[in-house]
């Protein structure tokens, strides 16, 4: 089991579909979460839940809860018959808001060309003279004795 999970889901012989929580969950937390998932707390045994209910389509809810508590954020590690969606059979972790992916490809357009700045060359060579205007330029003379307000 790896150190960030939150939440385990398996077969028991006893109790049927069971849950409980890790400690790197609060467990009034996981309590308040187990309960609307429609788990309660097994007698005598503190930390373990059991599906209520289990032969009312119990692999249906049970994977519905490891899905919903997925879509939460929190890691679960769910037996292979439970789990809705096995995890990939590559090294890289589940990562269920996506950011990991999106910083990636930001950093791939980032690094790539940009078709905003070209660097072209100009169409006439620097040492051209520039075009003569086909206006007249205004000029505005003041009087020689003239003084500007101030």
């Known amino acids: 089991m790896s150190p960030g999970t939150h939440f385990v889901f398996g077969d ?3 109790h049927g579909f069971v849950a409980s929580c890790t400690s790197s969950m609060p467990a009034h937390l ?15 045994r503190p930390g373990l839940y059991r599906l209520n209910e289990p032969e009312r389509d119990g692999v249906r809810r049970t ?12 890691t679960v590690q769910a037996d292979i018959r ?30 790539g ?10 169409t006439t060579s620097p040492s051209a003279a520039p075009p003569k205007p086909t206006y007249a330029p205004t000029v505005h003379l003041t009087a020689p004795g003239a003084r500007r307000p101030r």
């Open 63 to 74: 994977r519905q809860a490891v899905h919903d508590l997925r879509r939460q954020g929190y």
């Open 12 to 14: 028991h012989e006893e």
């Open 30 to 44: 996981a309590h308040w979460y187990l309960e609307r998932e429609q788990f309660e707390p097994v007698p005598g």
């Open 113 to 122: 060309p940009t078709t905003q700045h070209r660097a072209t060359p100009p």
């Open 82 to 111: 439970l789990d809705p969606a096995p995890a990939p059979t590559s090294s890289r972790r589940f990562q269920p808001n996506g950011s990991q992916q999106q910083r990636s490809r930001i950093a791939r357009a980032a690094a």
